[in-house]
């Protein structure tokens, strides 16, 4: 079983900077992918970035490309997500996710375990 618990999460003004933590445990060498997915109120669930976990290739969305960075330290089993020139619409509750298969990074439904969140709230 699979442990995912994100930190990192608060409030920033716009233009700020934010970095997201998600630590893994359990069974962590079967990931293929990692992936960070947030969720405003009101709205769907939508990817912001995974990575490759072994090859260390990552994907970003249109959203946040240029902005953000997804990163891992396989020693640690810790994901990152390196957030700059944070935006208002921005804010959401961020969310990390791994997929034990081989998956498309894109496909929010191809991840099967998930963390709790973390909350990021980006004032204008």
């Known amino acids: 079983q699979v442990q995912l618990v994100e930190s990192g999460g608060g409030s920033v003004q716009a233009g700020g900077s934010l970095r997201l933590s998600c630590a893994a445990s359990g069974y962590t060498y079967s990931h293929y992918y990692m992936g960070w997915f947030r969720q405003a109120p009101g709205k769907e669930r939508e990817g912001v970035a995974a990575?490759?976990?072994?090859?260390?290739?990552?994907y970003y969305f249109d959203s946040v490309k240029g902005r953000f960075t997804i990163s891992q330290d396989n020693a640690k089993n810790t994901l990152y997500l390196e957030m700059n020139s944070l935006k208002p619409e921005d804010t959401a509750m961020y969310y990390c996710a791994a997929a034990t298969r081989p998956i498309n990074p894109f496909n929010i439904l191809g991840y099967n375990y998930w963390g709790q969140g973390t909350q990021v709230t980006v004032s204008s």
């Open positions: 990575i490759d976990t072994v090859g260390g290739v990552a």
